[in-house]
């Protein structure tokens, strides 16, 4: 099984199986696709609940 490098990690498209996730940008209310940066700060970006994850900034944007 091919694995992807740490030297890869920042573009998703670099893993074994290419990766996209969605998020929402608190401020303005909009979805965002993210696919490249940090693959664990994305996955957190997708699971942010008002009252019980506080949102993140991701790219200068708080999802």
Do not use: H, W
């Not at 030297?7 to 893993?15: A, R």
């Not at 996209?20 to 993210?34: E, G, N």
């Not at 664990?40 to 708080?62: C, F, N, S």
């Amino acid at each position: 099984m091919q694995r992807a490098k740490l030297e890869e990690k920042d573009n998703f498209d670099n893993l074994f199986v290419p990766f996209r996730c969605m998020a929402s940008d608190v401020l303005s209310q909009k979805s965002l696709t993210v696919g490249k940066g940090s693959l664990a700060e994305a996955v957190r970006a997708t699971m942010t609940v008002p009252l019980v994850y506080r949102p993140i900034k991701l790219d200068g944007k708080y999802v």
